[in-house]
């Protein structure tokens, strides 16, 4: 035996020798030589059955680019103990399937992609449609507004609109003004502000016209330019709806308050607003040589225009509570609302009213003094410039230059405050005056207004 015998190396390699065909599990054994076979021995002889080595692979990567040949045969050993197992490659006939259905593969492939492109797009599409058509997509709700239950403020304007008319008046001059008033009975007779009717006081024409469109002619039943007041009465009117009064003297600083009237013609305008301030005292009217009108006003920011002046402020209850008659602007002609107004108290409105209906007239308190600027403290009064023989004041012993500091419980803080303070009160009322230097009890009288 040759060494490369003893080592295995004749045989098919090193770990071969010593081992027979049936000692080694999985390879194919040499069928017998047949006649005329030889043999050399020092060859080793290769299985049969297996495709030769392809020398540019070693693991079939590029068996798709391989030239396809016929699949080998499959080669079965002798059946029996010593036989080896089937064997069946599988690389190149899978090249060769592969192949076959890659452009089925490829088309498959490219539609998956165009219909996953398609289909975004659609959802994108139908997403966006959805959010910006959602709203418009969806039915309106019925509308009911009986069965919605009313906010605070709606609930006024519908008790008090019906009671709160627009009046144009017509006078001797070109064009004509407009003002609001309220209702104070069935039968048509207003409340308003002097100032919106005094151009039909001497020939002018008045109409007003209802909440429900119609229309009423009317006429000055009494005026009292002292308070800014008026009454007017519209002819031939029945079956209307008269406002409800409330107490000024119930009114809180911060109250919520609605205002109601005719804002540059636009009549039914609601606003709303607090009670900014209580016993306002604001000069109004006198800049065409007349005496001006100084009113105890509530203050509030309710927005009133011109055209709301004698219109109803109320409270939450729908109760008129003043009645609005001035704001105040930043100056250079007529301006509008810049969330300062002023109503008269509604109490003071009343009595004057009372006594416009019954007496065509009205009479206002007085004290029987003048004022004047002349000496007043830096820390403010009113101080008494003359007295009037017999009055109230002289009667009570006031004289020149005395410094009124307090009516009753009111601080006065200069003449008009002063003015203001008297008329809030009644002819015949006992109040008390705080001086300077001492205490007096007056007892008001009253004069035609």
Do not use: C
């Amino acid at each position: 035996m040759t060494d490369d015998e003893r080592s295995g190396h004749g045989a098919g390699g090193r770990h071969a020798a010593g081992r027979t065909p049936d000692e080694i599990p999985g390879e194919v054994t040499d069928p017998p030589a047949g006649p005329g076979d030889t043999v050399d021995p020092g060859e080793p002889t290769p299985p049969q059955g297996l495709p030769a080595p392809d020398p540019l692979t070693d693991t079939g990567r590029h068996a798709l680019i391989e030239p396809v040949s016929p699949p080998p045969a499959v080669v079965t050993g002798p059946q029996g103990s010593g036989a080896p197992p089937s064997v069946t490659p599988v690389g190149r006939p899978a090249a060769q399937h592969l192949s076959r259905y890659a452009p089925l593969a490829a088309a498959a492939v490219v539609l998956a992609l165009l219909a996953g492109l398609a289909g975004g797009w659609i959802g994108w599409t139908l997403a966006g449609r959805s959010v910006s058509d959602g709203a418009l997509g969806r039915p309106l709700p019925q509308a009911d507004p009986a069965s919605a239950q009313l906010t605070p403020v709606e609930a006024v304007a519908a008790k008090a609109l019906p009671s709160v008319v627009l009046l144009k008046v017509e006078g001797g001059g070109p064009g004509e003004d407009e003002g609001s008033g309220i209702l104070l009975s069935p039968d048509g007779l207003v409340l308003t502000n002097d100032h919106v009717v005094a151009a039909a006081a001497t020939g002018g024409t008045i109409t007003a016209l209802l909440q429900d469109g119609r229309a009423f002619p009317a006429r000055i039943t009494g005026r009292d330019s002292g308070s800014d007041l008026a009454l007017v009465r519209l002819d031939g009117a029945t079956g209307l709806t008269a406002a409800e009064l409330g107490n000024s003297e119930s009114l809180r600083v911060g109250q919520q308050v609605v205002a109601i009237g005719a804002p540059l013609g636009l009549d039914g305008t609601v606003t709303t607003g607090i009670v900014s301030a209580l016993d306002r005292a604001v000069s109004v009217g006198g800049d065409q040589g007349g005496q001006a009108t100084v009113l105890n006003a509530v203050q509030h920011d309710a927005p009133i225009n011109p055209g709301n002046s004698g219109g109803p402020l109320v409270d939450l209850q729908g109760r008129v509570v003043g009645v609005n008659s001035a704001i105040a602007s930043t100056g250079g002609g007529q301006g509008g609302s810049i969330g300062v107004g002023f109503s008269i108290p509604v109490n003071q409105a009343r009595r004057v009213a009372d006594e416009l209906n019954r007496t065509g007239r009205a009479t206002r308190a007085v004290l029987g003094v003048t004022v004047t600027g002349v000496g007043q403290p830096a820390s403010g009064g009113a101080v008494v410039g003359q007295v009037t023989p017999g009055g109230p004041a002289a009667q009570a012993g006031l004289h020149p230059g005395d410094v009124v500091l307090r009516v009753a419980d009111r601080p006065i803080s200069d003449g008009d405050e002063l003015v203001a303070a008297i008329r809030d009160h009644e002819p015949g009322e006992q109040i008390g005056l705080t001086l300077a230097d001492r205490q007096v009890t007056v007892t008001l009288a009253g004069e035609p207004s």
